[in-house]
Each structure stands twice: as structure tokens, then as C-alpha cells.
């Protein structure tokens, strides 16, 4: 049963397709705009492939749950759930999607490198031990909802890495290092009925003593999706912020008005010097940091020659 989807993530793509178009930008910034474009609707796209076969295979369960897309902040760490499928006996899946754009070798000792092929070959991040570092905050989520297993057992999390139907998987021998976890997209249903099967005679009658309604695993899932915190789809990191442009100083400061201006904030229009030796927002009127400031003073053409907090510099660029 899908309880929740992927969230839309389409106005970050267009915001960062629309800044690459940006002449305050520099080569730099518009290159990590380009990388970031690129990591994230290949992303979308792993996504979506790999919610396509775990959709099919569990869409007529009335033993299992899925939801896609979760995000969790808890003290202060954050968990990106991919896909999470939850059954009747509180065993939980955590499904990390990889759309690597290549080969992908791992060697004996769990370590992953993406081969792009003519000698260009790279480490990346071990997405099991990325899916653990989840499995820790979710653990935490559970403990606060106090979602158990009856006479109180803790569930029991298994990690799967799912990549493109067409990559190319160089393993290492399973006694060095089982990758029987990492699969492709395509055989998650494969892979979901050969796990059930390898359960055993001692794990059946344990999960039989801990089974619960599909209403509660119902339940469960909605308890979860509430604690559900969506990224900022249009947050930037300071880099991406244009640089300052070189104010031109009044010819002949021989007024009162120029007088004022040439004491204000180096960059800043003259029409908003008042404002902007205090960093004012014009909608609010909280007070904005010198950067959010400076954003709006280099582009009159979106906010009119005023300034304002980046929560209401959205309204004009989405």
C-alpha cells in the first residue's frame, strides 16, 4: 500500500536553471549551479525508477506500507530516507537509490568507486553506511512515537541499495564482503521474495509472535509522514550569492542628499541608503543580514530597488 509519494522538487530544478542565466554570476558559481542541476534530476530519476518497482510489487500488500521521500531532523541530525517500507511484524526497509552515471566497483573492504571509464576513476561515499547513519535518527523518531513490536521489540532494519537496471556492478567475493543488498532496480522484487525466503523456520515464528493489523502498520506510517521535514528547495549556500558590485561615488558631493549618500554602505543604490545602513527588510521589517541586502541591490530588475529578508525575496523568484 503507498501512503506517501516523492515530494515535487521541480521549483528547485527551475530555480537553478533559471540562475545559471544570471551575468552576476561568476564561471565558478554557475559550474556548481550546473553540478547541482545535474546531481539532482539524476536523482529524481533514480528516485523515480526505483519507486516504480517497489510500487508494483507491494501495491495489492496488505502486509506492508511504503513511503517515498522521507526527511527527518532530530537534534540536530538529518536523515534523507529515500523509500521506506514498513510490515506487519515492524520489519523496516530502508531503500538508498544511487543513480550513478557509471561503472561502480566495490573491493573487499566496503569501499565503493565510480568508474567513468578511461582511467577517471573516483571514491564515493558507501551508500550502506549512509543508509545506517539513517537508520540511527529513524530509530530515535520510532522511540519518540513509540512505535514497538509487541512486549515492546525493537524493529528490525535492513538496508538495500538499489541502481539503475543498466549499471555495471563489480563485486567482491561474498566471504570478503556481501553485497547481496545491493541490487538493481529491477530485481528489487526478486530480491524482496529471496530475502522472505531466507528468513527461516526460528525467524518466521519470531515475526508471527510480533504481528500487528494492517491498520496499525497503517498508523505507524502516518505517524511518521507528520514528523516529515521537507528541505528548503530554494536555500543556496552563501557562495551562490552574487558578488558585490563596485559602487561609483557622486561627481560633486555638494549637497545634503549626496552628502547622506556617499556615508552609506559601499554597493548600495543611493535611493536606499537610509534603509540600508540599518539592513531592513521593506515587507517585514526584520532586520537582514549585509549578504540578503546585497542580493536585492544587485538585482533592482526582481525587487524594485527595494530589500528584502530572504523568506520574502521567494515571491519574486519562484
Given at each position: 500500500m503507498l501512503l506517501k509519494a516523492a515530494d515535487d522538487k521541480s521549483k528547485r530544478v527551475r530555480l537553478l536553471q533559471t540562475l545559471q542565466d544570471s551575468n552576476t554570476l561568476n564561471a565558478s558559481q554557475k559550474k556548481w549551479l550546473r553540478d547541482e542541476l545535474m546531481r539532482l534530476t539524476k536523482g529524481i530519476e533514480g528516485e523515480r525508477d526505483s519507486a516504480y518497482y517497489i510500487d508494483g510489487h507491494f501495491k495489492d500488500s496488505k502486509n506492508h506500507v511504503v513511503v517515498h521521500d522521507l526527511r527527518f531532523v532530530v537534534d540536530d541530525e538529518v536523515a534523507q530516507i529515500d523509500h521506506l517500507v514498513i510490515n506487519r511484524v515492524l520489519g523496516i526497509y530502508l531503500v538508498e537509490t544511487k543513480n550513478y552515471a557509471c561503472n561502480l566497483l566495490i573491493n573487499e573492504r566496503g569501499e565503493f568507486t565510480a568508474d567513468y571509464g578511461r582511467g577517471q576513476r573516483f571514491g564515493v561515499p558507501s551508500p550502506l553506511e549512509q543508509s545506517k547513519r539513517h537508520a540511527r535518527v529513524l530509530v530515535k523518531v520510532l522511540q519518540r512515537l513509540e512505535i514497538t513490536g509487541r512486549l515492546n521489540m525493537e524493529p528490525e532494519i535492513h538496508h538495500v541499495v538499489m541502481l539503475h537496471p543498466k549499471a555495471i556492478i563489480q563485486r567482491?567475493?561474498?566471504?570478503?564482503?556481501?553485497?547481496?543488498?545491493?541490487?538493481?532496480?529491477?530485481?528489487?522484487?526478486?530480491?524482496?521474495?529471496?530475502?522472505?525466503?531466507?528468513?527461516?523456520?526460528?525467524?518466521?515464528?519470531?515475526?508471527?509472535?510480533?504481528?500487528?493489523?494492517?491498520?496499525?502498520?497503517?498508523?505507524?506510517?502516518?505517524?511518521?509522514?507528520?514528523?516529515?521535514?521537507?528541505?528548503?528547495?530554494?536555500?543556496?549556500?552563501?557562495?551562490?550569492?552574487?558578488?558585490?558590485?563596485?559602487?561609483?561615488?557622486?561627481?560633486?558631493?555638494?549637497?545634503?542628499?549626496?552628502?547622506?549618500?556617499?556615508?552609506?554602505?559601499?554597493?548600495?543604490?543611493?535611493?536606499?541608503?537610509?534603509?540600508?545602513?540599518?539592513?531592513?527588510?521593506?515587507?517585514?521589517?526584520?532586520?537582514?543580514?549585509?549578504?540578503?541586502?546585497?542580493?536585492?541591490?544587485?538585482?533592482?530588475?526582481?525587487?524594485?530597488?527595494?530589500?528584502?529578508?530572504?523568506?520574502?525575496?521567494?515571491?519574486?523568484?519562484?
Open positions: 567482491p567475493p561474498r566471504n570478503t564482503f556481501d553485497t547481496g543488498n545491493i541490487i538493481k532496480a529491477d530485481q528489487f522484487p526478486a530480491w524482496h521474495q529471496s530475502f522472505v525466503e531466507s528468513i527461516g523456520g526460528g525467524g518466521l515464528l519470531k515475526s508471527m509472535v510480533n504481528v500487528r493489523s494492517p491498520e496499525t502498520i497503517t498508523a505507524w506510517a502516518e505517524k511518521l509522514m507528520r514528523q516529515h521535514r521537507p528541505a528548503d528547495l530554494l536555500a543556496l549556500p552563501e557562495f551562490i550569492l552574487p558578488h558585490e558590485k563596485t559602487a561609483v561615488p557622486p561627481s560633486r558631493p555638494n549637497t545634503a542628499e549626496s552628502r547622506s549618500d556617499a556615508s552609506a554602505t559601499p554597493g548600495t543604490p543611493p535611493a536606499q541608503n537610509a534603509n540600508a545602513k540599518h539592513l531592513i527588510c521593506a515587507e517585514c521589517g526584520s532586520k537582514i543580514s549585509f549578504a540578503e541586502g546585497k542580493y536585492c541591490w544587485n538585482h533592482p530588475e526582481l525587487f524594485g530597488g527595494q530589500q528584502y529578508c530572504r523568506e520574502h525575496q521567494r515571491r519574486f523568484t519562484v
